[in-house]
């Protein structure tokens, strides 16, 4: 029996330069060519001028806890292997936030507006997967 | 212009709710359409509207070929999780308020026994594809996972707690156990609540709602139809839906502690003409305990950040100032997508409540709660 693999993202037009960013260890989120407004996940208008037109923009990696959750149950048997861990969501400096895990730091010393940095790393199947660190 | 006193729920049905059955959901879904239009004293051929609850469920087609309905005037589906099915009442209510439809049908049907599991059912679903794609790989399969940092979020700014979180936990428990039909009969304390393992920090095993196999069904009718048929009418006298900001994901929502409710609450009591104090009986969509807590704040029962203390002292049980989930619950009795919620309301203002009847039942809501935190309310009142 071959052990059950981790979901990979189906990776559209829209959302690759966000995935190639992120295979070199990137965070980029889509910046509006007319208003200049950021947005996070990839979505075809902006929402505050309806352009259609769009950039990337690498982000500062300034960041700080919003919430989190500590899985401790596999509900994807992939996962096993690696609880208990932590999901942050997390507020990116220039607004849009981030879903990812959370290392390097025990669960008493979780707490809202915790400064983070992040990295990309690898999983199994090769994809980035967004991991905050605390910073300093 | 409102759909308030329009119309009325005049047949509620539902099978026996389990676990590990082997009847398919189509099966469960047209005995529970059949319990309802028995119960509204129709023919299956006297109904004209058909919107089926679940967008992998059966299509309207499937109560054409079955119940032999010659001329149906309208289907749809409303694909918001666990607020469809009081989404759909107000669908079914326009619908016989313009004169399209006479007796309008919602069933709702499962078996998870024999089908996906929620964390896998969802991935398959257009409205999570934000989810699946940026959060899934994650290892953010679930439910449970998606929603949990709404629950902590909650907690850091306001101070609620786990044991607060028991108090709704214990109470769905406390009223399945006297319900002839729930899932879950054994008795819940607050040490078992705490005891319970951890799924996903907040939430332990007792604050997650069940997978329950079974059916459920309404049929909706004109409030003047209502007036002469077999049941005690019970109209809706105040309904709406609501989508949170951000409503495919929780992460970029600008405000996690609020919910879709929050906006269709107002309106739903507006067009009551009452205030929440006037709940006699209330059925929360409780697919978590924390839900029910925010919805509680959404809803205006107490200001946003206090519904933990609210709560407390068994405000929620039988006897206490709210009496909520009377059947149970998602939690205690099945999780049937918040129809069981609506039928248990109406059973309640009918007066035919058994042993967790709320004496003297006159007002009463249900909500809905679907998705990433889509909401919806219906307040019912005997009359």
Redesign the interface.
């Known amino acids: 029996m071959t052990a059950e693999k981790?979901?990979?993202?189906?990776?559209?037009e829209l959302?690759k330069p966000y995935w190639d960013a992120a295979r070199q260890g990137v965070l980029k989120i889509q910046k509006c060519s007319n208003c200049g407004t950021v947005r996070?996940?990839p979505q075809l208008v902006c929402v505050e001028c309806y352009s259609r037109e769009y950039g990337w923009t690498e982000t500062s990696g300034k960041s700080t806890l919003?919430?989190?959750?500590?899985?401790?149950?596999a509900?994807?048997a992939a996962?096993r292997d690696?609880l208990p861990?932590i999901?942050a969501?997390v507020d990116l400096e220039e607004g849009?936030?981030?879903?990812?895990?959370l290392v390097g730091i025990e669960?008493q010393d979780l707490?809202?507006g915790l400064p983070l940095r992040y990295s990309f790393v690898s999983?199994e199947n090769g994809?980035p997967?967004?991991t905050f660190h605390p910073a300093g | 212009m409102s759909l308030s006193g329009k119309g009325a729920i005049t047949g509620i049905g539902e099978t026996v709710y389990a676990r590990g059955s082997t009847r398919p959901a189509l099966d469960l879904q047209i005995e529970a359409s059949l319990k309802a239009i028995e119960d509204a004293g129709l023919s299956p051929r006297d109904i004209d509207g058909v919107i089926p609850i679940g967008i992998t469920g059966a299509p309207a087609e499937e109560f054409i070929h079955n119940f032999g309905i010659e001329d149906l005037k309208f289907s749809a589906v409303n694909p918001i999780g666990g607020a469809s099915g009081i989404a759909s009442v107000q669908t079914a209510l326009s619908l016989i308020d313009s004169g399209v439809c006479n007796h309008v049908l919602i069933p709702a049907g499962r078996n998870t026994s024999i089908g996906a599991k929620a964390g896998a059912r969802i991935h398959t679903m257009p409205q999570f594809h934000y989810v699946t794609e940026f959060e899934l790989p994650l290892g953010a399969v679930s439910p449970a996972q998606l929603y949990a940092p709404m629950a902590r979020r909650h907690m850091e700014l306001f101070g609620t707690t786990s044991l607060q979180f028991a108090q709704v936990a214990i109470a769905m428990r406390a009223h399945a156990v006297l319900h002839d039909n729930a899932v879950m009969k054994k008795p819940m304390t607050v040490e078992d609540h705490q005891n319970s393992r951890m799924i996903t920090d907040p939430y332990r095993l007792f604050d997650c709602s069940l997978e329950s196999d079974g059916g459920a069904a309404l049929v909706v009718s004109s409030a003047e139809r209502a007036r002469d048929m077999k049941q005690p009418r019970v109209q809706v006298i105040g309904i709406a839906e609501g989508h949170p900001d951000s409503p495919s994901s929780i992460t970029q929502r600008h405000d996690m502690t609020k919910l879709g409710l929050s906006k269709a609450a107002p309106r739903a009591f507006a067009q009551a003409g009452i205030k929440p104090d006037d709940i006699d009986v209330a059925e929360i969509y409780d697919c978590f305990t924390y839900q029910v807590i925010c919805q509680i704040e959404d809803m205006g029962f107490c200001k946003k950040g206090e519904g933990g203390p609210f709560v407390e002292n068994g405000r929620l049980q039988l006897g206490g100032a709210l009496p909520t989930n009377t059947h149970g619950g998602l939690l205690s009795q099945a999780h049937m997508l918040g129809m069981n919620h609506i039928v248990e309301l109406v059973r309640q203002l009918r007066g035919q409540g058994g042993r967790t009847q709320v004496a003297g039942a006159e007002v009463g809501l249900a909500t809905g709660y679907g998705d990433l935190g889509d909401g919806s309310i219906a307040i019912m009142a005997r009359a």
């Open positions: 981790k979901p990979v993202p189906h990776e559209t959302s996070h996940y919003h919430s989190w959750t500590i899985a401790h149950h509900f994807h996962f690696e861990y999901l969501t849009p936030r981030a879903l990812g895990r669960a707490k809202i999983d994809t997967i967004l």
